[in-house]
């Protein structure tokens, strides 16, 4: 079997994007796998590392205030999906799937010049410009929240498949809070803003973090690389609160976890899905759409999870939210077994289901 796989631009569609294809690995003896992304963007680093064939096309993303690149981006976009046909055409594939970013326009749009089987998929509650206008030339869409189906209404087929970015979730090795030097028995909560960290973030959080010396539970607050040294320049933060810039592997200390507080990132909301922790939620309000809002509102209809809104938060609403669910057993219970009546099947898998019943 022969698949194009494409997504550019952050990982949240670049892990997506993989998980899909260690499906297809797991799943086809005999894959051949070649993914098409930007030539100067994250993906062209991580792919290629992962052993899996690499083509570059020069695209960029519209923007509101580079009209001169604008233009040359129209031009850049037609020899784009010359390129992608004349790959395809000597590549041959079965199907090409695109998993979010500008880059996939012309990728998906080629394959459907050529007659060829095509499938997106889409991360975020409020579906990205890319995929809404490719929804009417593609024969399968994928979507991770539910409410997404209704932008994608000129679409052939939608299935509701999840998130596949929660699965490399769950095959990372839990990582012991005992190693941050709490001990086993100690409710561990998790605070990130994200990969990045987030300046709005921290400012809301550092005088939180200096009252919390007599509470019943412990505090790993990632700060972001470029704003730990601000953070906690002329700071002294109590016993029960460790501070680190990043830690990596996040979601193996995830597990061994009492409560996440974080961004509402498609990701990050697809890890606590699959890992079933419960959750505030404060969604980034910088982002297009204000999509992560929508994707923290799924999880609160699901009840699964609290949202918080940035512009509201006070050290006393941040205290009082916490102590509600690690004081009230109840209130925290709930949380976690709606999230385990979830039962959600494994995304990549119904994902490589559909493509595979689309191809017959």
Known sequence: MKIIVSAGGTGGHIYPALAIIKKFREKEKNLDVLYIGTHDRMEKDIVPKMGIKYEAI????????????????LFLIRKAIKKCKNIMEEFKPDVVIGVGGYVTYPVIRAAHKLGIKTFI?????????????????????????????????????????GNPCGENALSVPKISKTTLGFKESDKLIII?????????????????????????????YVTGKSYYEDFVANTVFPKNVKVVPYFDNLSGLMKDAYLLISRAGASTISEILALKIPSILIPSPYVAGNHQYYN???????????????????????????????????????????LEKLNLKESSTIIYEEIKELLK
């Open 58 to 73: 020069e695209i960029y993303g519209f923007s509101k205030t580079k009209i001169i690149r604008d233009f040359k981006n």
């Open 121 to 161: 998929h889409e991360q975020n509650s409020i579906a990205g410009k890319s995929n809404i206008t490719l929804a009417k030339y593609v024969d399968l869409v994928g979507v991770s929240f539910k409410n997404s189906k209704d932008y994608f209404k000129t679409a052939r087929k939608v299935v509701y498949t």
């Open 192 to 220: 990130v803003a994200g990969s990045l960290g987030s300046s709005t973030f921290n400012e809301k959080f550092k005088a939180f973090l200096q009252i919390v010396g007599k509470e019943n539970y412990k505090i790993l």
């Open 296 to 338: 923290a509102l799924d999880l609160v209809n699901m009840h699964v999870a609290e949202l918080l809104e940035e512009k509201n938060l006070t050290t006393d609403l941040i205290q009082v939210s916490i102590n509600e669910l690690v004081n009230n057993q109840k209130c925290y219970n709930e949380l976690k077994n709606n």
